[in-house]
């Protein structure tokens, strides 16, 4: 059975930094990209970004791009998502999920998401 | 960015209602269109990919059509358990992008 699961929920301060993560099993880890979906509270999915964790080849939203760090370890079927100085409008619940193939680039299978919060 | 507008935002209809909603995309996507079902507290979950292909284990009372930049989800006879909030989501182009939702509620 696929299954990725994600480090629970997190509350910070904002300027602290934080890495979350996301570990699949079930299925070949590296040979499916992960992505990382947003969901701001009450609000719509927003595309982060997806990772390629046999190489770490990583594509990000431009929306995202310098925001966020998406990383992966291979040997421990892991993806990551950090901030390196966390704002409130970060404040968020956060998704990874399992992109069905290079060609069929939709989400597949999806973490039980991580909230994010950030606040002083 | 492409841009996906769904219509409409939130609809109420009965069980065994016949449910349409609308995803609009700004430029031609050539089918490239999921949809996904989210209920409160849980991941999204996928419906229907390449337009009109059914998930694996999706009822098939979903169904999902289009061309070009206009495409439609339909519930043929709603459920209870149709409650939840829509999303259309294209993969055409880069970033991929989502609709901004429907929540669907039950009569």
């Known amino acids: 059975e696929v299954q990725l699961v994600q480090s629970g929920a997190e509350v910070k301060k904002p300027g602290e930094s934080l890495k979350i993560s996301c570990k699949g099993s079930g299925y070949s880890f590296t040979s499916y990209w992960v992505g990382w979906v947003r969901q701001m509270p009450g609000k719509g999915l927003e595309w982060m970004g997806i990772?390629?964790?046999?190489?770490?080849?990583?594509r990000y939203s431009p929306s995202f791009q310098g925001q966020v760090t998406i990383s992966a370890d291979k040997s421990i079927s892991t993806a990551y998502l950090q901030w390196s100085s966390l704002k409130a409008s970060d404040t968020a619940m956060y998704y990874c999920?399992?992109?069905?193939?290079?060609?069929?680039?939709?989400?597949?299978?999806w973490g039980q998401g991580t909230l994010v919060t950030v606040s002083s | 960015d492409i841009q996906m507008t769904q219509s409409p935002s939130s609809l109420s209809a009965s069980v065994g209602d016949r449910v349409t909603i609308t995803c609009r995309a700004s430029q031609g996507i050539s089918n490239s269109l999921a949809w996904y079902q989210q209920k409160p507290g849980k991941a999204p979950k996928l419906l229907l990919y390449?337009?009109?292909r059914l998930e694996s284990g999706v009822p098939s009372r979903f169904s999902g059509s289009g061309s070009g930049t206009d495409y439609t989800l339909t519930i043929s006879s709603l459920q209870p358990e149709d409650s939840a909030t829509y999303y259309c989501q294209q993969y055409y182009g880069s970033p991929r992008t989502f609709g901004q939702g429907t929540k669907l509620e039950i009569k």
């Open positions: 999920a399992r992109q069905r193939s290079a060609t069929v680039t939709i989400f597949d299978y």
């Open positions: 390449a337009a009109s």
């Open positions: 990772i390629w964790p046999g190489d770490s080849d990583t």
